[in-house]
């Protein structure tokens, strides 16, 4: 999968992902949006984006396609409209996977005074049953299936490189090694 080139801008209502995808067949273009999260599919680009605030997938939820520069606009409605949303130009950070928080702020961020803080883990029922007791059973490890994103690289920094010519690409610096006998 490829991270496409992709650029972010906001106003009162919306949040705007310009995705630069050229060459997709429309129909193929798949859109996952809940709470922070959007997701961009169409074979061969993915992206997932963490997006700094909430917004919602409803009726005001838009995107096209530009055939002429491939790029595929989406205004995501934010929850909250008229929110800013920090950070949204940093997309290294959008790029990276959710935040986690660590136990020590999730217990300091619980108010046990308050009644809508429940607590993390919740004992249901201690009794000694056969199901209580540890068998030797192995616990499973958490695998995280989020695969890394990198902004993809320049294009005018890639093909400045050595340029390769001649049948499949075989031959590069012929012509630089004539120069020699050439300004003689």
């Known amino acids: 999968m490829l991270t496409p ?12 992902i310009t995705i630069k995808c050229p060459y997709i067949k429309i129909s193929d273009v798949e859109f996952f949006i809940l709470g ?5 599919h169409c074979n061969p680009y993915f992206l997932r984006l963490n997006l700094p605030g909430e917004v919602i997938e409803d009726d005001r939820a838009k995107a096209s396609y530009d055939v002429n520069t491939g790029n595929v606009v989406v205004h995501l409605p934010k929850k909250n409209p008229k929110e800013h949303f920090h950070g949204l130009g940093l997309l290294t950070k959008l790029l990276s996977g959710k935040a986690t928080v660590s136990s020590d702020t999730a217990k300091r961020s619980c108010d046990p005074t308050n009644p ?34 990198k902004l993809p690289e320049d294009q005018a920094t ?3 490189g050595t340029v390769h010519y001649g049948f499949a690409n075989q031959y590069c610096g012929v012509l630089a090694k004539l120069q020699v006998h050439f300004m003689a």
């Open 158 to 160: 890639s093909l400045l």
């Open 5 to 16: 080139s992709f650029d972010t801008e906001q106003n009162d209502e919306f949040v705007i």
């Open 36 to 40: 922070t999260e959007f997701k961009f």
């Open 116 to 149: 809508n803080c429940k607590p993390l883990v919740e004992v249901l029922d201690s009794s000694d049953g056969p199901c209580a007791r540890d068998n030797g059973a192995v616990e499973e490890e958490e695998f995280d299936w989020t695969i890394e994103q």
